[in-house]
């Protein structure tokens, strides 16, 4: 299973967040090259993975970026903008399906998008908080972005984006996506 849920070696939000990148685009190139049941199962972790780390990302560090950087309030309305799109393309890709024709362009648009936010974020947003976050500040907020990647919703959800929105609507979304995982899970074995 993917590192970032026993993430005990990154004790820093930074490192945390940019290694999670690394593993969505290790999962991006996986699903590009997989088939039939093998790319469903690596789709579905790639989807449950984008769900949880935009979540904690818009319940955590969003909200410190708004409050600490100079100018972040723009910032952090632009990452959202680029994470709203995401999720819409992301939802429609789980519509889709994996074997539809579509799917391969559908994800490599999909892969642009998350990649451009992702470059968006190291560059500008990342060295920010560092600079403004005392390491103490930083491990606090590495252990904020596990508690709320565990009970994140693990499908997307457009127009989610906001803090506000996430602590309101998430904890009934990640009961319900995570019923429907194990119901998906349940119907696959028998």
Do not use: W, Y
Not at 127 to 132: A, G, I, V
Not at 133 to 146: D, F, G, N, Q, Y
């Amino acid at each position: 299973m993917a590192r970032h849920e026993d993430s005990t070696d990154e004790h820093d939000v930074v490192d945390l967040l940019i290694r999670q990148h690394e593993e969505i685009r290790r999962l991006f190139a996986e699903v590009m090259v997989c088939k039939g049941e093998e790319r469903r199962e690596t789709f579905f972790r790639l989807r449950r993975l984008l769900a949880v780390h935009e979540t904690a990302e818009e319940e955590i560090v969003h909200p410190n970026a708004r409050r600490i950087i100079k100018d972040g309030d723009r910032m952090v309305n632009e990452r959202l903008a680029e994470e709203n799109l995401s999720k819409r393309m992301l939802s429609e890709l789980e519509r889709l399906g994996t074997d539809s024709p579509e799917f391969p362009r559908r994800l490599e648009e999909l892969r642009q998008a998350v990649e451009h936010h992702a470059e968006r974020e190291e560059r500008e947003e990342f060295p920010e908080l560092r600079k403004h976050s005392s390491p103490e500040r930083l491990r606090v907020m590495a252990t904020a972005v596990r508690v709320a990647e565990a009970l994140a919703p693990t499908h997307p959800h457009p127009g989610v984006e906001s803090t506000g929105a996430n602590l309101l609507a998430g904890p009934f979304l990640a009961v319900m996506d995570r019923t429907r995982d194990v119901m998906r899970r349940a119907v696959k074995r028998h």
